[in-house]
């Protein structure tokens, strides 16, 4: 097969991209990373948890529908403005990682303008979402785009670049809450700063694939950094984001049914931790897509205690 018209290394085999998508739109769905949808869940879940928190407090018997919605088509877009930026600046490194290579813009599937105009199309998406909101959310998302804009670099000059990205990937914590209220509140920064360290803990999970092309390339990462330390230190980060969660969800005041679905998601992250392998590159790929479920336990919960 063509490498202008192949499948990326690490997508799900049979994704609906490359079964569904016309023959056009491949290269750029592969670039959004719309055969990998565990990306925009993951920045949507947060979104949704603090949505659901704010509704709960609110004393509302569901989330917002409209906002959900809207915290959907944003994640999708902006996810895949992230992902078209960070495969902008990184195309010299994708270039020389097993896993990365087959990526779009290294494979020659898009080249850099096309790309260019491709992000400017599903910022503009982002911007339209971002617009149906009030003016303090509105500020708040526009005010993230500095973390978003620096997260591609990081991974040259700090063995953290996975901070910085939980800094942008968790920044739907304090948009929902704000959704609602038009403010923030000491319950939304605990849940972000809890979501920070989760999104630390599961890439690092997810940079263990990488390890050894990275040392080559000279790619810095905590998996790199944390090395035969890294099961302890992710169970470390995720101790600290339940505590945080913990707290958030007792400043909120929220029922019982909330407080069983964030302990059936510290029991998930306990269980990740526990099956951690540094050597089982498939396995870490698992654990980190894993997190979805776990995350929608939670946000069930808190949907189901303010309907009960």
Known sequence: MSLNHGTVADADRGNWVDHFAPPWLRPYARLARWDRPIGWWLLLLPCWW????????????????????????????????????NDIVDRNLDAGVARTRSRP???GQVNVR???????????????????????????????LVVVAAYPFMKRVTDWPQFVLGLAFSW?????????????????????????LWTIGYD?????QDIEDDKIMGVRSTARLFGARAREMVGLLYAGAALFWIAAFAVAGIGWIAWLGLALMAAHLAWQVANVRLDDEALALRLFKSNRGAGLVLFAGLVLDALA
């Open 105 to 107: 813009i290294p494979s």
């Open 172 to 196: 739907g914590a304090l948009m929902g809450w704000s959704a609602v209220f038009g403010s923030l509140a000491l319950a939304p920064v605990l849940l972000y700063a809890g979501c920070v």
């Open 114 to 144: 096309n790309a260019k105009i491709f992000l400017l199309l599903q910022a503009l998406v982002g911007l339209v979402v971002l617009l149906s909101f009030n003016l303090f959310s509105i500020v708040l998302g526009v005010s993230s």
């Open 50 to 85: 603090a949505a659901a928190l704010a509704s709960n407090v609110a004393g509302a018997t569901l989330p917002n529908i409209g906002h959900l919605v809207l915290f959907f088509v944003g994640a999708v877009a902006m996810r895949g403005a992230g992902c078209t930026y």
């Open 204 to 208: 690092t999970i997810y940079a263990l």
